[in-house]
């Protein structure tokens, strides 16, 4: 670049005080001629949100309630910053005149509005947020096209996805959308997610029972949020994974398939007409996903070690077994139901993990829980934002209900 002007962008990140929030601010302080901080946003750990606003200086620090905001702004008196309050105002620092890019990394269906609020703003959007394409996939693409949005995945799988297709261009840009027909991009046959298999992969099933949260979140390979680590070991993660795979990419479900590599150093693969199969390979450290969706097209360090493949050893493949992990099949079927059926299988799998984690539901309770929820639900129409709503809560208020049920 020697010489040549290099823009900074500026950026809110949503979930600062996350896992992924957490990375993406590693990777910014390694590059601060590149990037500059306007707005952060957490909920849960105050402190470490006050020490992110020391250490980087936004003009936005955003709270759900007053009383956190109060005890932040307690925390920020010699800082200048503002501290704001309320889900509205995620959606303002989402769509602020001066935000190039947003790190959408809220975890659960709490993300999805400020994540459409990015992308009606003709955003950057960096999309940790699973949870938004999941519930409203249709709609958010369509807010991505028709608003000039571009739409960078950060989950480490779609990521791969994204730079094993053709020319690795923005999953979405209103421009190469108007020239294509829509579907996998011309001699793209296939895209195969890789998924670890989580801490269960290989315990003897009829032991899983008694399966217990802290077993549950002990994931083999990854540092994640606990909700997502859960997800992990029951394979949901996956299966909402296939469902972010096929808006992000515009694929059908028979085009989307899933292989267990539990060393996960592959990130997923894309197959090509001609029998090329192409895999993105990197130690698993989301840095490297945040990292290329930060400074895209661009490429900068991440602060991860290099892939030394002589010492990684073997990688293995295996195929997913349903009878182990049922909710991967939920989740394909809740893609073919279409409607509202996928925003209903995650707000129950939200709600049965909650039970679980809080042990209140047994292990084999989660996908219990969802099969009846979405063999009761899959009906519901999803026509519009507030059917998504609705249905999200009916789906909540259902499977509550089958948890108290089931633990009683
Ligand atoms: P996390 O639980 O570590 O962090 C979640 C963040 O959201 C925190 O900052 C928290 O304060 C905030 N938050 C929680 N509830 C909120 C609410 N109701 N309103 C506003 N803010 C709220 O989660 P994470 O692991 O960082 O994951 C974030 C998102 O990224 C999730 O959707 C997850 O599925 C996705 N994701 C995570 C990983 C990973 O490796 N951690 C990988 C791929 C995708
Ligand atoms: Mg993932």
């Known amino acids: 670049m020697d010489g040549m002007d290099m823009s900074v962008r500026n950026l809110t990140i949503l979930g600062a005080t996350g896992t992924i929030g957490v990375n993406t601010l590693d990777v910014v302080a390694r590059h601060p001629e590149r990037f500059r901080v306007i707005a952060l946003s957490g909920q849960h750990q105050i402190e470490r949100l006050a020490e992110q606003c020391r250490c980087f200086r936004p003009r936005y620090a955003v709270v759900l309630t007053e009383d956190r905001a109060d005890a932040l702004r307690a925390r920020l008196a010699d800082v200048d910053v503002e501290v704001l309050a309320g889900a509205r105002a995620l959606e303002h620092v989402a769509s602020l005149p001066e935000v190039d890019s ?15 609020a990015a992308a009606r703003a003709g955003k950057r959007v960096l999309l940790a947020n ?68 989580g801490p269960f992969r290989a315990r003897p099933i009829e032991t899983l029972a008694a399966a217990t949260p ?29 469902i972010e795979a096929r808006w ?26 001609d029998g090329s199969v192409l895999a993105q390979l990197s130690h698993p450290d989301m840095r490297t996903p945040i990292a290329h969706a930060l400074a895209y097209p661009e490429r900068v360090d991440a602060g991860v070690p290099w892939l030394d493949l002589a010492r990684t050893g073997t990688l293995t493949f295996e195929a997913p077994d349903l009878h182990r992990f049922p909710c991967l099949g939920l989740a394909y079927e809740a893609l073919r139901i279409g409607g509202a059926a996928p ?17 209140r539901l047994s292990y084999p309770g989660i996908a ?33 209900e089958l948890v108290t049920r089931i633990a009683a």
Not at 139 to 163: C, K, W, Y
Request: charged fraction near 25%; charge should be negative; aromatic fraction near 4%.
């Open 214 to 242: 802290e077993e549950a979140v002990a994931h083999p390979n990854w540092v994640m949020g606990r909700k997502i680590s859960v997800d992990s070991a029951t394979m949901m993660n996956k299966g909402l994974e296939v």
């Open 343 to 359: 925003a209903v299988l995650n707000a129950a799998n939200e709600e049965a993990v909650a039970a679980f984690l809080d042990h």
């Open 368 to 400: 219990a829980t969802l099969e009846r929820v979405l063999d009761r639900l899959s009906g519901l129409v999803a026509e519009d934002l507030d059917d998504l709503h609705a249905a999200d809560a009916e789906a909540r208020r259902l499977a509550r």
């Open 102 to 116: 947003v790190m959408a990394a809220i975890v659960g269906a709490a993300g999805l509005r400020p994540a459409l």
């Open 130 to 197: 699973k949870e938004t394409l999941v519930m409203a996939g249709r709609f958010f693409m369509d807010a991505v096209r028709d608003h000039g949005a571009t739409l960078l995945p950060i989950d480490s799988e779609h990521n791969a996805v994204f730079q094993c297709m053709p020319q690795a261009r923005p999953v979405a840009d209103g421009e190469a959308h108007a020239r294509s027909a829509g579907g996998l991009p011309a001699g793209v046959r296939r895209i195969l997610l890789t998924a670890s298999g």
């Open 248 to 273: 992000l990419f515009d694929a059908q479900p028979e085009q989307i398939d899933v292989v267990i590599h539990p060393q996960s150093i592959i990130h997923s693969m894309v197959e090509y007409d």
